[in-house]
């Protein structure tokens, strides 16, 4: 327990590429970006699902845990959304950095912020996942039933309705959800990680 | 894609048993508390050396990983320091989830943030470690110099010099570090986890 000891020790110190191999597998984060009612966590799901299928080590952030814990004392402004992104991405660092493949599912409609999220990783850590569904569709689908409550006005700044979503420019990977089934999708997902069969 | 299917899919969701069941180990955290220069650091690294050497899945958070990234937007006030351990609690709790063995190793030095720490795992899930190391002992070593800036007023609130140290009552486990060697803290510890050889 002295101080030199403690130098000897730094040595030992287990890290990413440790973990990396232990796991088999490249840690990394998929930052799955778009409309609410897009398809995101239907993908995120059978994404994890096929990825736990095949041994590897995962986990998927999302708005329900994150904002129900490390978030609750976040709302909606634009300042706390910005706030929400960044501690989502300082959290899918700290995983990538335990070894895991990270799926983050965040509406995330700003450039700024996912530019801002890929700028922690490593080159080659980040891929961002565009899930171009168009608003029509989202909307007809409106599985929590928000898109009635933005358009009624019970809900301000809902991204689609009345607060804008930047489409990504060059995004590692679109998935245009009306052409793909969702095995094809997640089939390309495994691709861009090079875990294809 | 549709509504449906999206339901269907909550059955086969990756969750924390399936990943404990993978990982082969029950996920938890070890909350280490004690004054700067207790050993905290020392006993984390060794100890997740061990479990990491018996292919144990592990992360270890600290103020390096976590102060220049997550909770750098928080100062040393005493709200910041109380949302620097409410967010870290929250981490670990996602990791845990995540179905990693966490070592957490922050001086904590308040009851309520570590009771509150605590209180968001499900039961036998955190344990409290307390490296019990004489002020006298931390204050000679002084492996990073912050008991001197904190004598000579550099260094505002600084725990058992101008801020108090509130021993735990109850730890899960105390380590005196007078009495043990590392090995045999580790071994306390591995017992603790009922992961001893």
Not at 19 to 35: E, I, S, Y
Not at 86 to 101: H, N, P, Q, S, T
Not at 158 to 169: A, K, M, Q, R
Request: proline share 5%.
């Amino acid at each position: 327990m002295s101080p030199s000891s403690n130098l000897q020790l730094q040595h030992f110190h287990v890290n990413k590429a440790a973990r990396a191999k232990v796991n088999k597998q490249k840690p990394c984060v998929l930052w799955f970006t778009g409309l609410s009612g897009s398809g995101k966590t239907t993908l995120s799901n059978q994404l994890e699902q096929a990825l736990f299928d095949r041994g590897h080590r995962t986990y998927a952030l999302d708005g329900d845990n994150v904002r129900h814990g490390l978030n609750k004392d976040l709302g909606f402004t634009e300042h706390d959304r910005k706030e929400n992104i960044r501690r989502v991405a300082e959290v899918a660092k700290l995983m990538v950095d335990a070894g895991l493949i990270v799926i983050a599912t965040f509406i995330s409609p700003f450039k700024t912020d996912r530019d801002m999220a890929r700028s922690i990783f490593e080159p080659g850590e980040f891929f961002e996942i565009y899930v171009d569904t168009p608003i029509a569709t989202c909307e007809a689908r409106d599985p929590k039933g928000l898109y009635k409550k933005a358009r009624e006005g019970q809900i301000k700044n809902f991204t689609g309705i009345d607060s804008p979503y930047e489409v990504p420019l060059q995004p590692d990977l679109t998935i245009n959800t009306h052409t793909l089934s969702v095995d094809q999708a997640v089939q390309q997902l495994l691709q861009l990680l090079q875990l294809h069969e």
